[in-house]
């Protein structure tokens, strides 16, 4: 009797404890990266490249303009059909700007317990986001561009933790990692992100 | 069924109560507030662990001389007042329960399942308790002693694992000094040794104040390199987050393997299974001089009760939650009540 009663109890905390849930994979979109087009203040475009066994590179970009992430993501998730899931989202490219502006676009990734505080932050020109948003890149390539920029020089910030640490910490500057596109290739340089 | 109580060695009883501690270094958010100074950042820490062992050494004192526990001591003096006392541990064991039950159901539902219906966890880890508080201190202080090794591996694989993310800038740039006097009672609150003490010390064998302060000083040391791990990784970044020792642990990396949250949440899972379980016991110590599995489903049955009231509950979700309730509660059942027994074992001494 006892070895029934703890074999059950054993079943049904496997069951609930190791995340076995209603929602299986195929029916979760699960997001490799996010670029965030904010020049446009008012109409932020959000592109989210998603995880696609075809590899196809313009079944798994999505771009969607909204006002906040939570509407584009209400919008992805309709138009998929497939709950987002952040869990293996690598990289944030940000539009350049200024060091207020990419806060408040970091914002929601701040708040989100699925997204490791070292994911990699980087930021891109006009023509680099442009092609992030028509050609899907792989996050390797992202992250070790920017790992490269960073190993070179230690106070270049280029994961999310960094970046917001020095927003918090009231620093004027920060010394981040930006894409630029040149023939269709992006190369990364260090640039300096200044508050308003 | 009742059983005659067994005593276990005061190693193993350390080892639980510091088990029991480390829930609330993962669990609760007060850790992040970080010392703008490696010296100041010690100051808490050491504080509380002072007061801590200064409370302890009143139960301890009374067990040394008449092999007695606090409650017990009592009860042979004054059973009107003893009954008294009684209530209070018992609340104080049913409030803790719930406290450390809600921590990680809380931490459960933000960040690993968001999905999971509260209830059903509560209901779940209430269950694993009664198992675990019919089996009796003796039991669960030697899975203890394994789970304590499961502690120190975690521990070193989410220190060593974030060693390229140290930025001892972030030692400067941290929070102002009032914040301190916050963290010392945080400390103090979450220290269960001199309450659970009152209660257990008659249990334990081969006991020595200088175990205590050993024991007690591994317990600081581990919630010291974590604390400061997480500001050399997280820096001011940790203010942002709910639970920055689990955060801390997301960052973990060597080569190829990536983020230890799922082991820093299985760790969390037996902490909180051991500190539920202690106050199970306790619970059924100040009771009964036998372990009887009548006031162990009574006790995890209350905990389960004010658990649940305070999922539906904001008012009492935020009793619950209340530092300075906390920090009362112990007060009294680990300073105040353990004082008075030493104040009559002196007195009767004197006599």
Known sequence: ?196 | MITKLGKISGGQFYISLLLTNTVFIFTLSDLSVAPNELLLSLIPLLISMAISLFMFYFSYSVAEKSGKSVVEYIENKNKALANLFKAIYLFYFLYSGSLILLSYTKLFVTSVNRSAVMWFIILLMCLSCIYSGVKGLEALSRACVIIFAFLIITVLLVTAGNFTYFNFDNLRTMNSKENQLDNAVFYIAAGFLPSASAVLINRVKNNSFAKATLWQGVSYIVAFVLVISTVLVLGSFSITQQYPVFSLSQTTGFSLFKGADGLAFALITFVTFIGLSLMTICFNNTVSKEQSKLSTVLSVFLVFVLSLSATFSDAVFSFVFNKYILFSLTELTGLVIPFVSYLMKRREKGA
Do not use: H
């Open chain 1, 1 to 196: 009797m006892r070895k029934t009663v703890i074999t059950a109890m054993l079943i049904l905390i496997t069951a609930v404890f190791s995340g076995c849930s209603q929602t299986g994979i195929e029916q979760r979109g699960i997001i490799e990266g996010v670029i965030i087009d904010n020049t446009d203040k008012l109409d932020i475009s959000y592109t989210f490249s998603m995880f696609d066994e075809s590899e196809d590179s313009k079944d798994s970009l999505k771009t969607i303009k909204a006002k906040n992430i939570e509407d584009a993501l209400l919008s992805l998730e309709k138009a998929t059909g497939k709950i987002s899931f952040w869990g293996q989202c690598e990289y944030i490219v940000l539009s350049f700007g200024t060091f207020d502006n990419a806060y408040d676009m970091l914002k929601f990734f701040i708040d989100n317990n699925k997204i490791p505080p070292d994911i990699t932050v980087a930021f891109g020109d006009k023509n680099a986001v442009e092609l992030l948003q028509k050609e899907k890149q792989q996050p390797s390539l992202i992250i070790s561009e920017a790992e490269k920029i960073s190993s070179s020089n230690n106070k270049v910030r280029t994961t999310l933790m960094q970046l917001v640490s020095d927003y918090i910490d009231n620093k004027r500057v920060a010394s981040v990692c930006l894409f630029k596109s040149e023939s269709k290739s992006l190369i990364c340089s260090q640039a300096v992100l200044q508050k308003k």
